[in-house]
């Protein structure tokens, strides 16, 4: 079984570029998170979709970032402009669905480095 | 809201040492419980999960119970070897039964030969 897929790996941008992430779930997955993890400390949610609507965007800095997951499959979370504090890994992860006993598959990251 | 506290790293153990890493929790409700690992160069990987109070999940020689009167899911494992070298997780689920994970800082792991 194929696992999340995300793109690219790295990126370096100077602050106030652009940059997008991609991310392909399992296939059959409904519900699709993207987390941000900063140096040290632990993944935090940015975004929540199941299918093609968002459950949880509460600590998503929509000023500059915004995500889409259009036909329920994909996504891309975007970030513009960009400061020097959005260098992190970009996790996106995957559940058949949305409740408290499911386990997340998580892809490999995208790390951001803003200079 | 919910949270999780781990115990500070690195922690840096010979092969066949027993390993503790602490966790501990603030929730409402009845969360999951999870231990989640981070092996270099790879993804986050569930290792262990428990949903109620004194399950214990295990996975790997790993171990963890839920202990609903101290909140705690401390982590062990008997022997530890070279390939368990890696950052671990706690984590558990936000109220709201949405399937949103909140995650402790991360304890990073080095066990040498």
């Known amino acids: 079984e194929a696992g999340v897929a995300q793109s690219p790996r790295y990126k370096i941008i100077e602050k106030r570029q652009s940059v997008a992430f991609w991310c392909n779930p399992i296939?059959?997955?409904?519900?699709l998170y993207w987390y941000q993890q900063i140096l040290g400390q632990g993944p935090k949610l940015l975004i929540q979709f199941q299918n093609n609507g968002v459950v949880d965007d509460s600590q998503l800095p929509k000023d500059r970032f915004s995500a889409e997951r259009l036909k329920g499959v994909d996504s891309t979370l975007k970030i513009q402009p960009a400061k020097l504090e959005d260098s992190a890994v970009y996790l996106c992860?995957?559940?058949?669905?949305?409740?408290?006993?499911?386990?997340?598959?998580f892809g490999e990251g995208s790390r951001l480095t803003v200079l | 809201g919910n949270s999780v506290t781990q115990m500070e790293g690195p922690v840096t153990l010979s092969e066949e040492a027993f390993l503790t890493i602490n966790c501990t929790y603030t929730?409402?409700?009845?969360?999951?419980l999870f231990w989640y690992v981070q092996y270099p160069g790879e993804g986050l990987q569930l290792l262990l999960k428990?949903?109620?109070?004194?399950d214990k999940g295990s996975n790997k020689g790993f171990e963890a119970t839920y202990r609903k009167e101290t909140t705690s899911f401390h982590l062990e494992k008997g022997s530890v070897q070279v390939s368990d070298s890696a950052v671990y997780f706690c984590?558990?689920?936000?109220?709201?039964?949405?399937?949103?994970?909140?995650f402790g800082q991360g304890t990073t792991l080095q066990v040498k030969p």
């Open positions: 992860a995957s559940s058949l669905g949305a409740g408290r006993t499911g386990e997340l598959f």
């Open positions: 929730a409402t409700g009845y969360p999951s």
């Open positions: 984590a558990l689920t936000s109220s709201g039964n949405t399937g949103k994970l909140i």
């Open positions: 296939s059959g997955h409904a519900t």
């Open positions: 428990a949903t109620k109070a004194d």
